[in-house]
């Protein structure tokens, strides 16, 4: 990437994401976190950041006899550029890079306009080892961020301040006596 594209696509990544606008169990499954960040889509445009346009969810790409499905795809208007993202509910692991080397160069092959810079890859897990994302990216010529994403902020709290808010039980057995009042 052209260095100036390159700046503007590595502010545009952070890492984490903070999700804790969707209500997941902490084993959710992928398809859980994907339905929730489409039901709240201007939540999840909102953390992204500025720039990006929703393209669509499970997008099909046919390639040779296989249908592949990109989780989320996005444009982003400053970049210029496809953006996908793939949702992973597990700990980073080196073979998603490859799936998403794949989904570039097919996105860039099939849907980029020959005026689009060529497109980035998000793979956003529950979990990164940031070493092992560094000797897997390290020679990768695809422009790909690996971020984590956390749903649940009530597990990062301090242990002092944990206790000195309500649980989860205390607060919807607060709410059904309003209702029952």
Not at 22 to 42: F, M, V, Y
Request: proline residues 4%.
């Amino acid at each position: 990437m052209p260095s100036s594209q390159s700046d503007l696509a590595h502010q545009t990544l952070k890492d984490p994401y903070l999700f804790d606008f969707l209500a997941l169990h902490k084993d959710h499954i992928e398809q859980e976190l994907e339905a929730g960040l489409i039901e709240n889509i201007q939540k999840f445009l909102i953390e992204l950041g500025q720039g990006f346009a929703f393209v669509g969810r499970q997008v099909n790409l046919h390639l040779g006899d296989v249908d592949y499905y990109i989780d989320l795809l996005f444009y982003h208007l400053k970049l210029r550029c496809y953006c996908i993202v793939e949702l992973k509910n597990t700990p980073f692991k080196p073979e998603y890079t490859g799936k998403m080397g794949l989904y570039l160069a097919a996105v860039d092959e099939k849907l980029k306009h020959s005026t689009d810079n060529p497109s980035i890859g998000m793979i956003l897990c529950k979990s990164k080892d940031k070493l092992t994302v560094e000797y897997t990216l390290r020679g990768n010529n695809n422009p790909i961020g690996v971020s984590s994403y956390e749903t649940q902020i009530f597990e990062k709290l301090p242990k002092e301040l944990k206790n000195s808010l309500p649980t989860i039980e205390e607060i919807e057995a607060e709410l059904s006596k309003e209702d029952q009042s």
